[in-house]
């Protein structure tokens, strides 16, 4: 089992930035990948940035050049960096955690890009 933790939501006007991190714990050692998705009002949630076991990293268009997936120390934390944001950011924005097939969730937070 692995259980998450999303830090780091809030209100921000356009362009600014924020940092969501996710704290994992449990069984964190057989963990293959973790991500970012989101899910906006009345929308399906989405992927928005991936990071495997080997450090390589994926992203959706919409936010490539913006967000940055990262990772400390293997699997103790995992961030996504966010620049530039935009109104269509706004979503509740939530951790993913992929073992042995099974994929974990965290709780969500709440980020919204509004001046």
């Known amino acids: 089992q692995v259980q998450l933790v999303e830090f780091g939501g809030g209100l921000v006007q356009p362009g600014g930035s924020l940092r969501l991190s996710c704290a994992p714990s449990?069984?964190?050692?057989?963990?293959?990948?973790m991500g970012w998705y989101r899910q906006a009002p009345g929308k399906q949630r989405v992927s928005v940035a991936v990071i495997s076991s080997d450090g390589s990293t994926d992203y959706a268009y919409s936010v490539r050049g913006r967000f940055t997936i990262s990772r400390h120390n293997a699997w103790e934390m995992v961030y996504l960096e966010m620049n530039g944001l935009k109104p269509e950011d706004t979503a509740v924005y939530y951790c993913s955690a992929d073992r042995f097939g099974t994929r974990y969730w965290g709780q969500g937070t709440q980020v919204t890009v509004s001046s």
């Open positions: 449990g069984s964190i050692s057989s963990i293959n990948a």
